[in-house]
């Protein structure tokens, strides 16, 4: 473990609650352990570690934000994604599988979400010529991968590349799985706000599961 990890964990247990952590875990269904610290009280200990720790690159980043993420405890992972968003400029497209890995890795909504769309939706903002190769993860297996390409362009809004997302909403319109079909549904309901006539279209053009259609149409 790093000496950056030891110290962010130990900061941690010093505000930890075993109360709270039952909580947090029944949360998640049992699938993390937690040492009980909320967001708040998360960030008033992590954050000034992180200003003593600036990383000098995107690789060193990289590099203390796995350690992070190997911990057993889910703060460490939520750490790591506020460590990320910190210092997220310093990426650049020899990053892309990293990202990739820390969403296959110990995945759920929280952390896949946030790196969907602010890590990994900032990198392609930044690099468009990388959304050609996000764009081919809509056929990996994995779930959450998938749900990735789908809401990566959330924060986009008026410069989403709508024909992009169809195709993404097309590809997995038949896919059963609870995270895709939400995944596709967030994605459609945020860019409605935008063109709510388009998406209104697509939405009647293509079949998806009623729960889905419904979802994005009741925010029209």
């Not at 790196?115 to 939706?121: C, D, E, H, R, Y």
């Not at 989403?160 to 799985?177: G, P, R, V, Y």
Request: proline share 4%.
């Amino acid at each position: 473990m790093l000496r950056f990890t030891q110290e962010i964990l130990l900061a941690l247990r010093a505000k930890a609650s075993e109360d709270e952590a039952h909580e947090m875990a029944k949360g998640v269904r049992d699938s993390f352990d937690f040492l009980g610290v909320k967001v708040v009280t998360r960030r008033e200990a992590t954050y000034p570690i992180f200003d003593k720790y600036p990383p000098k690159n995107g690789d060193e980043l990289a590099t203390r934000v796995s350690d992070m993420w190997g911990q057993s405890y889910r703060e460490l992972q939520y750490a790591a994604c506020d460590y990320l968003f910190r210092y997220k400029v310093l990426l650049g497209g020899q990053h892309l599988n990293f990202l990739k890995s820390l969403i296959k890795t110990r995945p759920w909504k929280d952390t896949v979400d946030t790196i969907a769309t602010s890590i990994l939706g900032d990198l392609a903002w930044r690099i468009p010529t990388l959304r050609n190769k996000i764009a081919a993860w809509i056929r990996d297996p994995n779930i959450w991968v998938r749900r990735s390409v789908i809401i990566f362009q959330l924060q986009y809004r008026d410069h989403t590349d709508w024909d992009l997302l169809k195709s993404f909403c097309i590809h997995c319109a038949q896919d059963e799985n609870y995270y895709i079909r939400n995944g596709i549904g967030r994605a459609l309901s945020e860019y409605a706000r935008i063109n709510p006539t388009e998406v209104r279209h697509f939405i009647m053009d293509t079949q998806f599961s009623p729960l889905t259609s419904q979802e994005v149409l009741r925010n029209i």
